[in-house]
């Protein structure tokens, strides 16, 4: 079994900063891309980044330039630094990741719990 649990949601200003993470643990061979989707109130699930196991990241054009994706594949943890935020921002945040298995070899697509992050004043 393979678990993704999210952290680092909660209530900011603003202009303020969060950094969400997410931590696989499991059966896992490797991870091969990872990233982080946002479900605003009302409104359908939607991209926000990726990032390869090699590093290679993909934004989402209102976050660009105000949020950074990074990851430690030693921890199999995808980390989310968000700056500057605005209240149209506010969503619940999940994590997703394409896992390998050790015993079939074949990827599968985890996802996590969600955590809110909410930008009011």
């Known amino acids: 079994q393979v678990q993704l649990v999210e952290s680092g949601g909660g209530l900011v200003q603003p202009g303020g900063s969060l950094r969400l993470s997410c931590a696989a643990s499991?059966?896992?061979?490797?991870?091969?891309?990872m990233g982080w989707y946002r479900q605003p109130p009302g409104k359908e699930r939607e991209l926000v980044a990726t990032?390869?196991?090699?590093?290679?990241?993909n934004y989402e054009d209102s976050v660009k330039g105000r949020f950074t994706i990074s990851r430690d594949n030693a921890k199999n943890t995808v980390y989310l630094q968000m700056n500057s935020l605005k209240p149209e921002d506010t969503a619940v945040y999940y994590c997703?990741?394409?896992?390998?298995?050790?015993?079939?070899?074949?990827?599968?697509?985890?996802w996590g719990q969600g955590t809110q992050a909410t930008v009011s004043s």
């Open positions: 990032i390869t196991s090699r590093g290679r990241t």
């Open positions: 499991g059966t896992i061979l490797s991870i091969n891309a």
């Open positions: 997703q990741a394409e896992i390998i298995s050790p015993t079939t070899l074949r990827s599968s697509v985890y």
